[in-house]
């Protein structure tokens, strides 16, 4: 269905009423808006996964918190996405994720440009509560010009769905369960070894922490780039590469 | 920040290296001549940088530097914590970890000092023994030890962000400069 010229559909985002289109998400609306909803595994131009829960906002009369990025706006809903509740919530779902993983900003790639590190400081994280995981984890430098570090990985599956869905090579997915869930390439065989890379590099683009990175970057030195995505799924929706001549 | 007994004495400030590679204390000593306005408020009673064996009786704040990674750390944490008033864990390696931490991913201690000693070229495969202290099955966070009450993120927290966490204990006026791991 197309959108309409215009957003048509009303909703109350933490006491501002606001106009959504019809496919629009709370997420969504809340960020043309220019309200923040903390998030770290929505990304625009892939599927809604709505495993990090960081997002999650209160909707009146549902009984449960929903995550904004896979909540459907309905005309009238009325959102809170600040309350006292909803932070200590996200400051622990954010302290478990760094528990769960070895993140050490000061030997990362990715130090000072993380989306993680960001989350952390942004919601007033300046310790974990949770014990420390520790969990024994293999690096992939298999592969020519990427390196892949599950100690850094959050299993946001940004990648997963980047490569599924954006390049189409569906390199990436998750194995196992629970919190022994962990990325594997093809059928599981080392990353420089996968047939079906293509060698794009919009895994590592996306990567919101330094899991994904380019070989040869050193501390601090990774830069990533994660609205590439949606620069290239619009640009193919509005057929931006065609000769307009011819269309 | 005022201690209540007796007559008005000035605040007692110590610093202490546990698991940690002296960074933070090498951060500390960047806050150069600022080092002088904090001698105006406060006293600094121990540390790395004061000539004293024993931790003192007393201590209205301490920056703890390094994880609790051995039996030495762990007496000092207990010590340090019944001491205090107010604990800091002062950069990344007490607030998380950090590189100390890095060793829990090798498996037992055992595994980590043959590893570092008996398998390093330059060692002749000897293994320490004497005088230094037994390593915890894992290096900690101070806080899963003991509480802690401030927390001062960084590897190394740059000099300006321990003179905020010091100016706001002390009361003194200052500009803030904002925190962040790594």
New interface residues.
Partial sequence: MARPKRPNVPVVIDGHEVMAYPDDTVLSVAKRNGIRIPHLCALDGVSVYGGCRLCVVDVAERHKLMPACGTAVAEDMEVHTQSRTLQEHRKLILEMI?AEG???????VS??A?EL??L??ELGV???RP??Q????TVDASHPKYTFDP?RCVLCTRCVRTCSEVEGAHVWDVAGRANGSYLIADLGQPWGEAPSCTWCGKCVAVCPTGALAWKGKAV?EMRHDPNLVAFLTSARDEGEWLDRETM | MRRTNSAPSRPRIATIWLGGCSGCHMSFVDLDEWLFELRRHADIVYGPLVDRKDFPEDVDAVLVEGSVTNTDNLELAHQLRARSKVVISFGDCAVTGNVTALRNLVGEPGEMVYRVYAEHPDRDGQMPSEVIPDLLPQALPLHHVVPVDLFLPGCPPPAPRIRDALTSLLGIDDTPHGIRFG
């Fill in positions: 760094l070895n993140h050490v900003c000061a030997v990362c130090n000072g993380c590190q960001d952390a400081v300046d310790h974990v014990d420390y520790f969990p024994r984890r100690n601090g």
